[in-house]
């Protein structure tokens, strides 16, 4: 028989940056609910708004058997289950399950014989197998693989990347049995048009996305830790990565400050697991130490160099701006940013500190870092260029100093360096 699209009712559990533009994909093929316990964020996208600025409004309005609620019983007519809600750590770098444990106990509630469940949040191997289906079966009273079937398949959006998108990304797919593998992977490949790579098992492919940004954390941890080692060899680690790419092998990477949902995040959840069954992961942990510090890093620089030509001046009189908030250029996204942890190294030494970031949203970063994003720009002591948004390529940075001897630290690698400019 001829797989159809259009014999599934698709309930995508979750409207951040990786359930939208899914719901909006699958929207444009068959009958979808696109569900989000956050009511304001529901009432955003039911006027087609997309506080993000992930998606325009036209993509939105062309998803025609689309329908944005907030009300739980709207999944009621849904056989497929996509479940996109955030896998974050918690205050001790342990795995946060709460999001996913909830989104399994609302599933229950609506599940019937022959309805799929698929898993797309970053979770460690074994993750679906051990904590979502036993809560699925017990719940509901339905066994799997006999009464309902589940699969994962691992998000690969990349916020702020237009060439990145949910439908010409490769999808990795598996199931829980044969017959669900194979339906799974249909229906993503409905609407994935770069194709879709069908895993062998759940649990592989649980850690093919946990790697792949692992293998990204310790990339980065590479060139980060260079740059510290430079700083003390007194050269510019821009000038040994230059030389460096001349050989055609070279894999090209800057230092900077490393966070986002994914690679800040995922390492802890291999990390957890492999702890969980008695190996420790050094090569994972170091990489995670090594980007941790580089905050610590940058600041102990800038002050190095502020003690030098600002001695006679008081803390009350030496004033830092960050420029950049978000985890990545050109995104929106605030979730575990990097330039948090700047602002708290500097800040908790006393010094006057201003975030400046018309990409991020200021509510959001009150609420979540207690933050005040400032939306004019004075002159201060010490500019540090965090993010490099391309609307920031019209910033004069030297018109924001205080002083002729006030310092640019450029973290980004992309301004011109003088005796007054630092880079990472």
């Not at 809600?85 to 918690?90: E, H």
């Not at 700083?231 to 800057?254: E, G, P």
């Not at 001695?311 to 330039?339: A, M, Q, W, Y």
């Not at 980004?412 to 007054?420: A, D, S």
Request: charged residues 25%; contains cysteine.
């Amino acid at each position: 028989m001829k797989f159809d699209i259009k014999n599934y009712k698709i309930g995508i559990i979750g409207l951040g940056y990786v359930g939208l533009p899914m719901a909006i994909s699958f929207g444009k093929k068959t009958s979808t609910i696109g569900f989000d316990i956050n009511e304001v964020r529901v009432e955003s996208l039911k006027n087609n708004h997309d506080i993000t600025g992930e998606i325009d409004e036209t993509e939105i309005q062309k998803a025609k058997f689309l329908k944005i609620t907030s009300e739980r019983d709207s999944l009621e007519l849904c056989n497929c289950f996509i479940v996109t809600v955030p896998t974050p750590i918690d205050k001790n770098k342990k795995p946060d399950l709460s999001p996913l444990i909830s989104a399994c106990h609302l599933i229950s509630n609506y599940i019937k014989n022959n309805d799929l469940v698929i898993f797309e949040s970053t979770v460690y191997p074994g993750c679906t197998e051990e904590v979502c289906i036993p809560i699925l079966e017990k719940k509901s009273g339905l066994i799997l693989n006999k009464d309902f079937y589940v699969g994962y398949s691992p998000e690969r959006i990349v916020p702020g990347n237009n060439d990145k998108t949910f439908e010409n990304i490769i999808k990795v797919t598996s199931g829980s049995n044969h017959e669900s593998s194979i339906i799974i992977d249909n229906i993503y490949k409905t609407v994935v048009k770069a194709g879709t790579y069908l895993a062998p098992s759940i649990k592989v492919a649980e850690a093919s996305k946990a790697i792949e940004n692992s293998q990204r954390d310790l990339n980065i941890s590479f060139f980060n830790e260079l740059a510290i080692l430079c700083s003390k060899l007194n050269i510019i680690t821009k000038d040994v990565i230059d030389a460096a790419s001349t050989k055609w092998n070279f894999i090209r990477l800057k230092p900077g400050l490393v966070g986002g949902h994914c690679i800040g995040v995922d390492p802890y959840y291999l990390i957890h697991k492999a702890k969980e069954i008695g190996f420790n992961p050094n090569v994972i942990n170091s990489g995670r130490k090594t980007n941790e510090s580089i905050a610590k890093h940058i600041k102990d620089q800038c002050l190095s160099y502020l003690l030098k030509k600002f001695i006679d001046k008081k803390i009350s009189e030496i004033s830092f701006l960050l420029i950049g908030f978000t985890f990545k250029p050109d995104c929106s996204d605030i979730r575990n940013t990097g330039v948090y942890d700047l602002y708290s190294e500097i800040s908790n030494l006393g010094f006057k500190i201003d975030i400046f970031d018309p990409r991020a949203n200021f509510q959001e970063v009150k609420e979540t870092y207690n933050i005040k994003i400032v939306n004019k720009l004075k002159k201060y002591t010490c500019i540090i260029y965090c993010v490099n948004h391309s609307e920031f390529s019209e910033i004069d940075f030297n018109s924001l100093k205080d002083n002729k001897n006030s310092l640019v630290y450029d973290v980004t690698g992309t301004l011109q360096k003088n005796e007054y400019t630092f880079q990472l």
